[in-house]
């Protein structure tokens, strides 16, 4: 379980970076738009994964 918990995070952590790559991108392209809330909204849900796996990585089952 140790290994889906670290497998789980780095590719939260990945969809986190890469959403805010996207909203420098779409900054330099089309300025401000609402097209921020797109890559924002999934960086929350990231955060929020990312928070729940930190949470669960406190109980003994995922640790062995």
């Known amino acids: 379980m140790y290994w889906a918990l670290t497998i789980m ?3 939260a952590m990945c969809g986190l970076f890469s959403c ?3 909203v420098a991108v779409i900054n330099r392209k089309y300025g401000k738009s609402w097209l921020h809330a797109i890559p924002i909204t999934i960086a929350l849900l990231m955060f929020n ?3 729940a796996l ?3 990585a406190k109980t003994g089952r995922w640790t062995s």
């Open 20 to 22: 805010g790559y996207f």
């Open 49 to 51: 994964v990312i928070w």
């Open 9 to 11: 995070m780095i590719a």
């Open 54 to 56: 930190l949470e669960m």
